[in-house]
Nanobody
Framework: QVQLRESGGGLVQAGASLRLSCAAS????????MAWFRQAPGKEREFVARMSQFGGSTAYSDSVKGRFTISRDNAKNTVYLQLNSLKPEDTAVYYC???????????????WGQGTQVTVSS
């Protein structure tokens, strides 16, 4: 069993950058596909990015492609999401997830963090 904890969220202005971290405990992340999702108020949770176990494969949603970058450090049991050129529509709670399937839907992931709030003002 792996436990996930996100950090790094905050309130920023449009155009700014943030780096989210997801620290894992209980079990190493090297066997997991790691992903980030987000959920805005009144909306469903949506896929943001995912990375394969050793970083050889990544995928991004069209809305963040070219602005966000997912990375991982298996030795540190941590996954990151670099958010650049932030827009007000990026405002959401961002969740880290771990799973064993190459999926872009939340049902494809077994383990979730509690989320970190990102708020982008215009």
């Amino acid at each position: 069993q792996v436990q996930l904890r996100e950090s790094g969220g905050g309130l920023v202005q449009a155009g700014a950058s943030l780096r989210l971290s997801c620290a894992a405990s209980g079990r190493g992340i090297s066997t997991y596909i790691m992903a980030w999702f987000r959920q805005a108020p009144g909306k469903e949770r949506e896929f943001v990015a995912r990375m394969s176990q050793f970083g050889g494969s990544t995928a991004y949603s069209d809305s963040v492609k070219g602005r966000f970058t997912i990375s991982r450090d298996n030795a540190k049991n941590t996954v990151y999401l670099q958010l650049n050129s932030l827009k007000p529509e990026d405002t959401a709670v961002y969740y880290c997830a771990a799973g064993t399937a190459y999926s872009t839907i939340s049902l494809g992931y077994d383990h979730w963090g509690q989320g970190t709030q990102v708020t982008v003002s215009s």
